[in-house]
């Protein structure tokens, strides 16, 4: 019977490999949370994540093509306190949902925050949501 270490070795290290990745990308997804009743109360999605080495001055910008990328309006960005606020209407009924982002020092870094309300009456997919909010995070990591 032929040894087979090397083939386990090479398994070994690509799903070290792997895990690393998914480690890495994992805060925003684990710092997703939600609240609010579906149809009944405003639901509010919420996440925030670190982006090392780099200052809010240049996460900011990023943050600001990719909100805009994923179809907001209104997108209002003040640098001076580092927040980006949008719109975004997709239903028709002329009640926008909210986003507000706000990138801030931390460490060597910037923290990011995200922050989307989706008014009474409306409902917003959670998967979809915290997806979207995680690639905003991670199009300021570029």
Not at 11 to 31: D, M, R
Request: hydrophobic content about 45%.
């Amino acid at each position: 019977m032929p040894y087979a270490a090397p083939k386990s070795i090479a398994l070994a290290a690509a799903t070290l490999f792997v895990g690393l990745s998914q480690a890495q990308a994992q805060p925003c997804a684990t710092n997703f949370k939600s609240a609010g009743v579906p149809m009944l109360t405003a639901l509010t999605y919420r996440t925030w994540d670190l982006i090392p080495n780099r200052p809010p001055a240049a996460v900011l910008p990023a943050l600001a093509r990719a909100v805009a990328a994923d179809g907001f309006e209104g997108i209002q960005v003040d640098k001076s306190l580092g927040t980006i606020s949008a719109l975004q209407e997709v239903t028709g009924s002329g009640r926008p949902q909210t986003l507000r982002v706000t990138a801030r020092p931390s460490g060597k870094g910037t923290r990011v925050d995200i922050v989307f309300t989706v008014q009474p009456g409306q409902i917003a997919e959670e998967g979809g949501t915290r997806a979207a909010m995680c690639k905003f995070i991670s199009s300021a990591r570029r």
